[in-house]
C-alpha cells in the first residue's frame, strides 16, 4: 500500500535516513517527496526551522544539517528544472490555479482541521461550509499563526528527524488533505516508537492502533460521509495533540539540562 504512494514512502525513508546518520539521502528524498506532491514541502518547514533557528552548528547536527539542507536544494531545483524540460511553464502554472482552487474550497473527503474550525459534522442548509470559512477567515489565519510559532518552538529544540516528522502537525492543520494521504499515518508511528520508554509513546502507539480500527468500524456503520471524515479528523487531532506532548517534554528536558551543562 505504501508503495503505491511514493510521497509517502518517500516521506518515511527520509525520516528513516536521517534517524540513521544519512543526510544526503534523508534531505534527497525529502526533496523528491515535495516534488511528487506539494503537501510534503510542509515537512519540510520543521528541516528549515532547525537550520535558520538553530544554525548549521546546532546541537543535533552541526555538518549533517548543511549536507540535508544541501541535498533538499539541489535535489529541487533538478526536479524542478527537468519537470519544466518536460512540461513546460504552463503545466507549473496550471498545477498552482489547481492547488489555490484545492485550499480554497471545502472539501467532504479531506481530513484535517478544516472540518473541526467548521464544525463541518453534516452538510449545512443555508450557508455552505465555504461561506462560513470566508466569514471566519480572520480567525483561521490566527490559528495558523499561532501554530507556526509553536511548531518553531518545538521543532528546533529537536533532533532533525524528529523536526522532519513534526511535519505531520502542520499537514493536518495547515493542509487538510484527502483522506487516503493520511497513509503517511506511519511517521507518527515512527516518532512514538522512537519515545517508548516514555509513557507518551504508547499512549501514542495505543491511540494509533486502536483509534484506526474504530475509524474502520465507524465506516462499515455509515458509510464513506461526511461524519466519518469529521470523526477521522478528530481521530488524528489526538495524533497530533500526542505528537505535541511529546515534543514538548523532549524540550523541556533540554532546556532543563542546558544550564547545567554550560555550568560545568
Not at 518515511?12 to 523528491?32: Q, W
Not at 537550520?51 to 533538478?78: D, M, Y
Not at 517508548?196 to 491511540?207: A, T
Request: glycine residues 8%; charged residues 15%; hydrophobic residues 55%.
Amino acid at each position: 500500500a505504501l508503495l503505491r504512494t511514493d510521497l509517502v514512502m518517500s516521506l518515511v525513508l527520509a525520516v528513516c535516513a536521517l534517524k540513521g546518520g544519512r543526510p544526503i539521502a534523508g534531505g534527497g528524498l525529502a526533496a523528491y517527496a515535495a516534488m511528487s506532491r506539494v503537501l510534503p514541502a510542509v515537512f519540510a518547514l520543521g528541516l528549515l526551522v532547525k537550520f535558520v533557528a538553530v544554525g548549521p552548528a546546532g546541537v543535533h547536527g552541526r555538518q549533517a544539517r548543511v549536507r540535508v539542507v544541501w541535498a533538499f536544494s539541489v535535489t529541487l531545483a533538478s526536479l524542478f528544472w527537468l519537470s519544466l524540460i518536460v512540461h513546460g511553464p504552463a503545466y507549473w502554472q496550471s498545477f498552482v490555479e489547481k492547488i489555490w482552487q484545492h485550499n480554497d474550497s471545502f472539501g467532504p473527503w479531506r481530513v484535517g482541521f478544516k472540518h473541526l474550525f467548521l464544525g463541518a459534522y453534516e452538510y449545512r442548509v443555508v450557508d455552505t461550509h465555504q461561506e462560513v470559512f470566508h466569514q471566519r477567515r480572520a480567525v483561521w489565519w490566527t490559528i495558523q499563526v499561532l501554530v507556526l510559532v509553536a511548531f518553531t518552538y518545538l521543532a528546533r529544540r529537536l533532533k532533525d528527524w524528529e523536526a522532519l516528522a513534526m511535519g505531520f502537525i502542520l499537514t493536518f492543520v495547515l493542509v487538510a488533505p484527502t483522506y487516503y494521504y493520511f497513509m503517511m499515518l506511519v511517521i507518527p508511528l515512527l516518532f512514538f516508537a522512537s519515545r517508548m520508554e516514555s509513557g507518551i509513546g504508547v499512549v501514542g502507539i495505543c491511540w494509533l492502533f486502536s483509534s484506526s480500527s474504530i475509524a474502520y468500524l465507524i465506516e462499515d456503520v455509515i458509510g464513506r460521509k461526511l461524519q466519518l471524515f469529521y470523526v477521522l479528523s478528530l481521530i488524528v487531532l489526538g495524533v497530533c495533540i500526542l505528537m505535541a506532548v511529546g515534543a514538548l517534554l523532549s524540550a523541556l528536558r533540554q532546556d532543563y539540562k542546558e544550564p547545567i551543562t554550560s555550568s560545568k
